[in-house]
Each structure stands twice: as C-alpha cells, then as structure tokens.
T-cell receptor
C-alpha cells in the first residue's frame, strides 16, 4: 500500500512569506507527527495529532508555526512570515492508534528560505 | 531531560567489515529504543526497536542491536557491511506517554562504505 506522502518535495520561498506543507498519512493511521530536521538542531519533534486534535504541540518553535489536521487524515503545517532559520527538512510520520511502535516517515519537504 | 548521544558523527568502513554504531541515552524510565536509517533524499526507515524482553534485537537488512541498561546504551551492529548500507543512522528514544510516542533523536552517524 501507499506510504506517507508529503508535498511539495522542495519549497523555496522568500523571507517573510507564508508557506504550507502537506502530509498524507497512511490510510487508517490515526496518529500523525511532524518533525523538523535542520543542520543546527538535528531531528526535532514539532507536534502530534491524534485524530484531528493536537494534544502535544510542545515542539512548535514559535507562534509563527501552526498545524491542523482534517478528517483524521491530511495534515498541513503552516509557517507564517518565514525566517531563514526556518530552512530545514520537515518530516511527517504516522502510526496506528495509541501505539508505542513504529512511526512510518514520509520523504520530507525541504524548505529553503532566502 | 531525556537525550540521546551518538558519539560518532562520521564512520568509514570497508565493504565486508563489521560495523558497530554507538548510542547512549538518558531517560529516567525503561526506554523504548529505536534505530532508523536515512538514505540521501529519503525519509527515515525503521531498522529495529526495543521495548522489553530479550536485550538483543534483530532488525531488517541484517542489523542487530543490544540494549545494555547498566551502560545506558543501545549499539547497532552488523557483521558484514554492504556498499548499500552507506546512509545516515539515527538512534532514538521513544517517550511513550498518554498513548503516543514522541521520538527524541540523536544527532546521527553518517556511514561511508569503501569498496
């Protein structure tokens, strides 16, 4: 079956613009995670969704970052007024409900802020 | 605070040689431990995981890892490396609480394989 997909694969934007990154999890996976992979900070947790609610947003670095999930499926990570330090690869992962097991990762979106 | 340390940023081995990638963690409770591999331009793929039980766990692609509580380590091993194993390897602790698993990653070890 299809894995986790993310779009776009690459995004170049100018400082100050808003961007939206999309994640399509594996069908039937109710848990969804966003992580950020950057040169300076490594791989960092951003936010967790269970269904459409986000009980853990503790990793969002600032209020310019927000995320939503609709229909218990697709999730969108939005970064407003992008800054150069937002440049990173944004990874999405999904897993079956309430499990301590494997998270299945998408290929990521590489964001470059000029 | 929970943390994961991978002391080796970059390792080079010859094809056919054995491999050990080190991972140390800091976590107050019994950890959920993972090794992921990332090939260039790809997402993360799970190699193996440890939750409980046998401290030597087998994974995909011929990898294994051993959990040593006394050393707070979860080192990844492979007896004979193939050129296709060249990639970046990440050790992670899963903070399983409230029904979900927040992963804390190490900085990664980049593996190069000489023919």
């Amino acid at each position: 079956g299809a894995g986790v997909s993310q779009s776009p694969s690459n995004k170049v934007t100018e400082k100050g613009k808003d961007v939206e990154l999309r994640c399509d999890p594996i069908s039937g996976h109710t848990a969804l995670y966003w992580y950020r992979q950057s040169l300076g900070q490594g791989l960092e947790f951003l936010i967790y969704f269970q269904g459409n609610s986000a009980p853990d947003k503790s990793g969002l670095p600032s209020d310019r970052f927000s995320a939503e999930r609709t229909g218990g499926s697709v999730s969108t990570l939005t970064i407003q007024r992008t800054q150069q330090e937002d440049s990173a690869v944004y990874l999405c992962a999904s897993s079956p409900e309430r499990t301590s097991g494997e998270q299945f990762f998408g290929p990521g979106t590489r964001l470059t802020v000029l | 605070a929970q943390s994961v340390t991978q002391p080796d940023i970059h390792i080079t081995v010859s094809e056919g040689a054995s491999l050990e990638l080190r991972c140390n963690y800091s976590y107050g409770a019994t950890p959920y431990l993972f090794w992921y591999v990332q090939s260039p331009g790809q997402g993360l793929q799970l190699l193996l995981k440890y939750f409980s039980g046998d401290t030597l766990v087998q994974g995909i692609k011929g990898f294994e890892a051993e959990f040593k509580r006394s050393q707070s380590s979860f080192n990844l091993r492979k007896p004979s490396v193939h050129w296709s194993d060249a990639a970046e390897y990440f050790c992670a602790v899963g903070l399983f609480s409230g029904g979900y698993n927040k992963l804390i990653f190490g900085a990664g070890t980049r593996l190069a394989v000489h023919p």
